[in-house]
């Protein structure tokens, strides 16, 4: 990695450029709610001044750059009882500006779900490679709690990572193709001064977190409390939408449909991202699902995870956005249901009450 | 200038093609064409009950047929174009190279449409996929195949296995349950299993009708017709989900080890791939890491019977 500092009218000099270039996508405002906030999307961006760099949170994540909620895998084309199949894989090479760490840590569990274990995607794969991301970092919000998963800084996955160091950018750049561009740009080495103000940009970002969720242990504890009444409880409140999945940066189970065309003469294959909470998410042929309950599925989602994705690669699936949270209609969040969890068992009566003595 | 263009190379893309070559899994960062699959003609259909047939495909191109193999287990996913793909074990002779065959009940979408084709009808399928039943490490040891109504579908491929190979086992005992005698399948063949291959079949219905003499009640009702070493034997189990608990723990109790008790599970698959997720029990992919488990691994994971 290279470190360089640019300022900030030079920066946006760049950015512009590099916007007017290519397909980009950055934060921008689309609308306030009704608290009056500015509610801010990932969309298309034109020019530098379209995009919003102070913006807070957007609802839905960086994920559908690589994961697009439908995409089609393969066309049949029919001819005389025959069929051709084609598949193909199509990526438009895209720019995105303003990621925060969580987002890219995600991508970066993206890539490993996606494109490790026997079978990788292809799909994912040209998605992945064209995509140039431009993270920055932020002040967090009230709600995140993505110190608490260790996912507050990135290290690898992007091409440019900006830190805002004043009246400068703090620029780590990662790749050949962000230090090519940035050439045509006026950049310097950073001063001792910059480095100084780097850590206490850190250092205010680390202290700056006002939610803490307390993972240690999760998995097994989550083994533990597999019959609690607090899955039953938070259950009760789900409204099996799946709204939650959608906006979640790592989610990324996905159903497979096919479609005839409408003129009868081929079908296509398409994914469709799916929501472990939809009712049907487990239903076998003939009418059994596996998951019949609210709290079965919801619990599944927590253990998918908190639990089993641990197992399975060693780390967390969840960044802490809260995402999640913000989005449920009925306020279901991950801090809550944890907490919750953890509290049922630490307030046990049996549990607290001192053990009799050794004899 | 500014291009961020990056083609991925096409021999990065398919760097083994699918259809022609055998892929080596084990390779990580391999990227294939997994969504092609071998076209197949459907050659006959026999239909065994109003509610399941059994559907025999031949792969029509012959470099592909003579890639198909598989093992003793596996699943495979059928796709019936336009209408969707659903995941079917295999429930034919591995040693059988032409043709493969898939029994198959009529629940959803895709059997529903497959229901509907004819003989020289095509389908594709991909595959084959997931774990198998250890059959080199049950060598010289007795083994004890239970299945209750479809369950038969996955077994029937080890039933084949133990016929082509019967000197390398000891005893084998077959324990068939069923609602109704109808759903008693693959009844021409009992006799070729008993006489041909030796095999001890004891059946079982809950529901008899009036032609029934046998046995009338819930399959571990069998358990006391038969006496065998459980040091020595090792079990296969397939059936309706609620078949595993009762009979595993039952023979947990008469002393089999649990690591020689295998299960064949079934859920919800889109993918067949480990990605689409549909098919997960806590931490483990049905299709990647099943749908063949050892009893102990299952019985470690959450509501996996």
Redesign the interface.
């Known amino acids: 990695m290279i470190y360089k500092v640019i300022s900030k009218p030079e920066f946006r000099k760049f950015i512009d450029t590099l916007v007017k270039a290519n397909t980009a996508f950055g934060p921008r405002q689309v609308d306030t709610d009704h608290h009056g906030e500015p509610v801010y999307q990932f969309m298309p961006v034109g020019s530098a001044d379209d995009i919003a760099f102070d913006y807070t949170k957007t609802h839905s994540s960086a994920k559908h750059f690589f994961l697009p909620f439908r995409e089609e895998i393969s066309h049949f084309t029919f001819r005389d009882g025959d069929w051709e199949q084609q598949i193909r894989y199509e990526a438009r090479p895209v720019v995105l500006i303003g990621l925060r760490p969580c987002d890219i840590r995600a991508v970066n569990i993206l890539d490993d779900v996606m494109l490790h274990g026997p079978y990788p995607s292809p799909y994912y794969l040209a998605r992945r490679k064209n995509t140039f991301i431009i993270g920055m970092d932020h002040l967090p919000l009230p709600d995140c709690f993505c110190k608490s998963m260790n996912r507050h800084t990135v290290s690898y996955g992007f091409n440019l990572f900006c830190s805002d160091i004043g009246d400068k950018f703090y620029l780590s750049i990662n790749s050949s193709k962000a230090f090519g561009f940035l050439k045509e740009f006026e950049t310097g080495d950073p001063t001792p001064e910059d480095d100084c103000l780097l850590i206490e940009r850190r250092k205010l970002i680390k202290q700056s977190f006002r939610t803490d969720v307390e993972v240690t242990g999760l998995p097994c504890f989550l083994d533990i409390e597999f019959e609690s009444p607090i899955w039953e409880k938070w259950g009760q409140r789900c409204l099996n939408c799946g709204t939650c999945a959608m906006v979640c940066p790592t989610c990324y189970c996905y159903s497979v449909e096919e479609h005839f065309d409408t003129d009868l003469k081929g079908s296509s294959r398409r994914n469709r991202l799916y929501s472990c909470n939809l009712v049907d998410f487990a239903e076998v042929a003939g009418g059994h699902n596996f998951r019949p309950k609210n709290s079965d599925r919801l619990k599944y989602r927590y253990y998918h995870h908190y639990r089993g994705f641990a197992a399975n690669d060693n780390q967390q699936i969840c960044v802490g956005c809260n995402r999640c949270g913000r989005a449920c209609l009925t306020g279901i969040n991950p801090k809550d249901v944890i907490n919750d969890l953890r509290l049922e068992r630490e307030s046990c009566m049996t549990c607290v009450s001192p053990s009799r003595n050794r004899t | ?6 083609t ?1 190379p096409e021999q990065d ?1 398919n760097r083994e093609p699918f259809t022609t070559k055998i892929p080596d ?2 390779k ?10 071998y ?1 197949c003609r459907i050659t006959n259909i026999v239909r065994l009950s109003a509610q399941e047939r059994l559907f025999q495909l031949r792969i029509v191109d012959p470099l592909e047929r003579d890639v198909f193999s598989f093992r003793p287990g596996q699943f495979l996913m059928l796709e019936v ?6 995941p079917i074990s295999i429930s034919s002779s591995t040693s059988n190279r032409e043709f493969i065959e898939l029994c198959i ?1 009529k ?5 529903s449409a497959l229901f509907e084709a004819a003989s020289g ?2 389908v ?1 399928i991909r595959g084959p996929f997931g774990t198998t039943f250890p059959m080199e490490q049950m060598q010289d040891r007795n083994i004890l195949l239970i299945a209750g109504g479809l369950g038969i579908a996955p077994l029937r491929a080890p039933l084949y296995w133990i016929n082509d190979h019967r000197d390398r086992f000891g005893k084998v005992w077959f324990l068939y349950g069923a609602r109704d005698p109808g759903q008693l399948f693959f009844d021409y063949q009992f006799e070729e299993w008993k006489t041909v291959s030796h095999i001890e079949l004891h059946t079982i219905v809950e529901h008899p009708d009036a032609n029934w003499t046998g046995r009338t009640g819930l399959i571990t009702s069998l358990f006391d017709e038969i006496s065998f070493d459980p040091k020595e034997t090792w079990a296969i189990v397939c059936g309706p ?1 609620v078949m595993f608990k009762f009979v595993c723990s039952h023979l947990d109790r008469i002393g089999i080890p649990m690591n020689r008790m295998f299960v064949s599970l ?3 698959m ?2 067949g ?6 098919c ?1 029990v ?3 992919f049905t299709c ?1 890491d099943g749908p063949v488990f050892d009893y102990w691994s299952v019985m470690n994971l ?2 996996a019977i």
């Open positions: 200038m500014h291009d961020v263009r990056f991925i893309l899994f084990q990580k960062s391999e990227v294939m064409i997994t969504d092609r699959g076209k174009p336009g209408y969707g793909e659903a009940r629940a959803g979408h895709v059997t009808a095509m594709s989900p079934e859920r919800r889109h993918c791939m480990g990605k689409c997720c549909r997960m806590g931490a483990t990647l959450k509501e």
